[in-house]
T-cell receptor, first 112, second 114 residues
Framework: DAKTTQPPSMDCAEGRAANLPCNHS???????VYWYRQIHSQGPQYIIH???NNETNEMASLIITEDRKSSTLILPHATLRDTAVYYC?????????????FGQGTRLTINP | GAGVSQTPSNKVTEKGKYVELRCDPI?????LYWYRQSLGQGPEFLIY????????DSGLPNDRFFAVRPEGSVSTLKIQRTERGDSAVYLC????????????FGPGTRLTVL
């Protein structure tokens, strides 16, 4: 699976958009980009995933560059409850159910 | 509906003892995963089941760790002769078992080995 690189920490003001970058320069054509987050003392929570098109759901938007070497998770109106560690994970689509490989993630702090 | 549940939520044991950690997946989920998370680190894969069989156990650190899922639902992670380095949060997740199916995580069991 491709390796991902994320900044270790970020801050964002409450009510503003939080933009979390992820580099995955070695991603291959059959690999998805997944985002999970982990709020303190809880298990990881799925946010969104995509292959090459931009995706949006009720939680966030995922913007994937045309060359697929990087992506950005956007939380449009961050709240204090969005404070968490955010993980960007690359996952092959050809192997069926499979393990997630977590890196260190980005610790996002939303400030009032 | 009910999510993934794990028991106990906390377990304190002494070095050398045997422990069992239980995971109840979401009903109907055929895939079940165990991960371990040490302080300040991301979760680390241990083992995954598809139905009753272990499809990938490459993450188990050594033969003191073993997991079962005899009826394809509840799973138990077993650790023999515990060591202080086994202290961590043990997370369980389940999914429908296809490629893009979301993994849903339980709250974890915090294991402390004294």
């Amino acid at each position: 699976d491709a390796k991902t690189t994320q900044p270790p920490s970020m801050d964002c003001a409450e009510g503003r958009a939080a933009n979390l970058p992820c580099n995955h320069s070695t991603i291959s054509g059959n690999e998805y980009v997944y985002w999970y987050r982990q709020i303190h003392s809880q298990g990881p929570q799925y946010i969104i995933h995509g292959l090459k098109n931009n995706e949006t759901n009720e939680m966030a938007s995922l913007i994937i560059t045309e060359d697929r070497k990087s992506s950005t998770l956007i939380l449009p109106h961050a709240t204090l409850r969005d404070t968490a560690v955010y993980y960007c994970i690359v996952l092959s689509k050809i192997q069926g159910a499979q393990k997630l490989v977590f890196g260190q993630g980005t610790r996002l702090t939303i400030n009032p | 509906g009910a999510g993934v549940s794990q028991t106990p939520s906390n377990k304190v044991t002494e070095k050398g003892k045997y422990v069992e950690l239980r995971c109840d997946p979401i009903s109907g989920h055929t895939a079940l995963y165990w991960y371990r998370q040490s302080l300040g680190q991301g979760p680390e894969f241990l083992i995954y089941f598809q139905g009753t069989g272990a499809a990938d156990d490459s993450g188990l650190p050594n033969d003191r760790f073993f997991a079962v899922r005899p009826e394809g639902s509840v799973s138990t992670l077993k650790i023999q002769r515990t060591e202080r380095g086994d202290s961590a949060v043990y997370l369980c997740a389940s999914s429908l078992g296809r490629t893009t199916d979301t993994q849903y995580f339980g709250p974890g069991t915090r294991l402390t080995v004294l």
